[in-house]
Nanobody, 115 residues
Framework: QVQLVESGGGLVQAGGSLRLSCATS????????MAWHRQAPGKQRELVAA???????NYSDSVKGRFTISRDNAKNTLVLQMDSLKPDDTAAYYC?????????WGQGTQVTVSS
């Protein structure tokens, strides 16, 4: 069974940085793609960043240039480095991993950015 466990969320001032991690007990190489999503209260869930098994990355326009997604294959961990944070980045952040047509989700970690 695939398990994804996020960590690294917290409270930070605008302009600050946070580093989210998503650890999995599964060999990360079996995932076709991994991604970070977020959902703020009263808003739709949003895809923030994704990375394919080949290392190709994609970002939403709202975070492009500020966030960096990467994989640590040796540690079976997905990372989201978030810089220049804004209050609009406040949300619950979820790690996802896809195998074929099945998507797996973590439990989420809260990020709060104060102005």
């Amino acid at each position: 069974q695939v398990q994804l466990v996020e960590s690294g969320g917290g409270l930070v001032q605008a302009g600050g940085s946070l580093r989210l991690s998503c650890a999995t007990s599964t060999n990360i190489f079996i995932f076709n793609a991994m991604a970070w999503h977020r959902q703020a209260p009263g808003k739709q869930r949003e895809l923030v960043a994704a990375i394919s098994s080949g290392g190709t990355t994609n970002y939403s326009d709202s975070v492009k240039g500020r966030f960096t997604i990467s994989r640590d294959n040796a540690k079976n961990t997905l990372v989201l480095q978030m810089d220049s944070l804004k209050p609009d980045d406040t949300a619950a952040y979820y790690c996802t991993a896809r195998i074929a047509r099945t998507n797996y989700w973590g439990q989420g970690t809260q990020v709060t950015v104060s102005s």
